[in-house]
């Protein structure tokens, strides 16, 4: 009886504490996750500008061009009003970082200069490719969290029943004077 109070006075607290260690870890990583995404976000809007500043002004509204640099960065682009995707220049007026829905679909917005004039170029990435990235980033957290606590389980109950055992054998030997 002593043995198993002692247990739960180690144990519970233990696998609580290596508990709360990997919900902070977890938070961490949600936040770690969503950095690495969008950075690597802002990099290819950066590819997109640099592509599109080193062409001649003409050819960087050319339809065709723009589709294959869309397909390339698997986002939609608009690029001084001229779209890849056929929705209406009333629906891109205002345009601006951070997300939109457009055509009933959610997009993050990344804007971009490029070019001597610093003409305006738009990255719009579905909001669902983004959450299908997180979450490509969170797995690996997830599973290392759920085998963390489960070592924490383990590691618990043992140092319960080494500390345990002396005690009780100390309890067992003093009854029996």
């Known amino acids: 009886m002593l043995g198993a109070r002692l247990a739960r006075r180690i144990v519970l607290p233990l696998v609580f504490l290596i508990g709360g260690l990997f919900a902070l870890l977890a938070v961490t990583a949600v936040q770690i996750a969503d950095a690495r995404v969008f950075k690597e976000l802002e990099a290819k809007a950066d590819r997109v500008a640099g592509t599109l500043g080193g062409l001649p002004v003409a050819a960087a509204t050319r339809p065709e061009i723009l589709q294959a640099l869309a397909q390339l960065v698997g986002a939609e ?36 200069r490029y070019g001597p004039g610093g003409k305006r170029c738009f990255l719009l990435v579905d909001e669902e490719r983004v959450s299908r990235r997180r979450r490509d980033v969170l797995l690996p957290v997830a599973v290392a969290g759920a085998l963390g606590l489960l070592v924490a389980l383990v590691l618990g109950l043992f140092v319960a029943r080494t500390i345990a055992r002396p005690v009780r054998d100390l309890a067992d030997s003093v009854k029996g004077f």
Request: net charge negative; aromatic share 8%.
């Open 77 to 112: 682009l608009v690029v001084d009003g001229y779209s890849t995707s056929p929705w209406e220049e009333a629906e891109l007026s205002g345009l601006g970082e951070g997300s939109v829905t457009l055509a009933g679909r959610d997009y993050v917005v990344l804007e971009r």
